[in-house]
């Protein structure tokens, strides 16, 4: 028999390149296939080729590799560590009476999503600025209120990211570079004033939290000279557990625990401390701010460095999705639509109830941890939906678009290799692989809260329009 004969009577080994679905006709075949993911640089638009080739030229090339090594030097050697509470009007800059700070991007109110105006109203109504809500949705139309990004004071903020001047913040200091990175508390339930909720349940919860909670816990903090190491915690967390985005079991504890031998010293009532405690143990998404304020601290140390294609920042306002780059200092933001969330849905809910991705919290991936550390947390599919396979294949992609491995803060399932750290614009171009988030879903109605939570990705437009302008800007 003739060998091109006998290729129609053995078993096909396949490898399939590029387009899944002829991978799944292949297995309708019987055959074997391997799968090859893979599309085209810059998705063959020749502006892009042009702008990697510049960059991949090999004089600008190792200026690139220098700038990239002092990134991820800066991110890997951040030390932050919670140094204190406070209510934002006294420490975060820029703050006034009439500044709100929201999530991602800049953003109009006229351009804002439901859930992100429901939480704008919500806190004109929580400052006392408007009497209710419809007085609230006056008064943010009528120009007197500025709104501005949290990145751009040093902030982060969860979902509709929403800050204002009376909340109490986290203070996370940068012990290896000064720097100080702020968020405010945890609300802990589903309806809740960052989800976009409102009502007067909402806002009574605010009032608590910035009448027992925050003043209890920056009392705390006062009796604490050292502060509290955050790097290390969140390793631990890792180690327990947690992804430290959207699974905070083992953090929370952590937190709580370090934060008990304090609390109970100060000099609020028993009953007092019995509704902190009490509210921690609510939810497990106590320490999730902290996490962000210890991502954003060590990134923004990496901001501002010459000729570095290492992402600082990705946010998303529920518009616009935004990616600020390290080459390109100050406040420059490279946008793309911000898209689907795809995951469970809480009963009663459809995917067209919800919002689109929203929220600050992907400073986390952008850290290293989250998505990007899934298969330290098995568990977490049962939130966010897909296997445990796909946890642990998420964590191994992501080196694919990463500079290197932070030896600080370890995957013990992947016999301990260092969380995927400095996402690469470069090699998320020349891939076409995203970088992988994990996030809660908010109902696109304002009031109504979180409705599920999943997975989704950045649009590769916000990192076309970072290219073209590393490449202009490169020196």
Known sequence: MSKINELFIEKLNVINV??????DDMLKQNAVVTHLEWTPPGRGNPEIIAALDKLENPNVAEKI?????????????????????????????????????HAGPPITWDKMNGPMKGAVTGALVFEGLAK??????????????????????NCVGSM????????????????????????????????????????????????????????MLRDAMKLNPNGIDLRLMLAQALHMGDECHNRNVAGT????????PYLI?????TEQKKEVFDFVASSDYFSGPTWMALSKCALDAAHGIENSTIVTTMARNGVEF???????????????????????????????????????SAITETYGIGGFAMATAPAIVALVGGTVDDAINFSTKMKEITTTENPNVTIPLLDFMGIPTGIDVQKVIQTGIMPIINTAIAHKDAGIGMIGAGITNPPVEAFEKAILALSENIQ
């Open 265 to 269: 010293q100060t000099d609020y009532t």
């Open 132 to 153: 209710d809500i419809e007085e609230a949705t006056e008064l943010a139309a009528s120009g007197e209120i500025t709104f501005s990004p949290c990145h751009e004071h």
């Open 18 to 23: 590029g387009i899944e679905s002829f991978k």
């Open 253 to 260: 504890t952590l937190l709580i625990q370090a934060l008990t």
């Open 160 to 215: 509709a990211g929403v800050t204002s001047a009376s909340m109490f913040m986290h203070i996370v200091e940068n012990k290896t570079y000064g720097n100080i990175a702020y968020t405010n508390l945890s609300e802990q339930l589903s309806k809740i004033l960052r989800m976009g909720a409102n009502d007067e349940s909402v806002i009574t919860r605010l009032n608590w939290m910035r009448d027992v909670l925050g003043p």
């Open 322 to 360: 935004g990616i600020r780059v390290s080459g390109v200092s100050g406040n420059t933001w490279f946008t793309g639509p911000a898209q689907k969330v795809i995951g469970p849905m809480f009963a009663g809910y459809k995917p067209e109830d919800s919002g689109l991705d929203i929220g600050d």
């Open 65 to 101: 590799e220098a700038a990239n090594k002092l990134a991820v030097e800066r991110i890997v050697n951040s030390q932050p560590v919670l140094i204190g509470f406070d209510q934002a009007i006294n420490v975060v800059p820029g703050m006034t009476k009439k500044t709100i700070l």
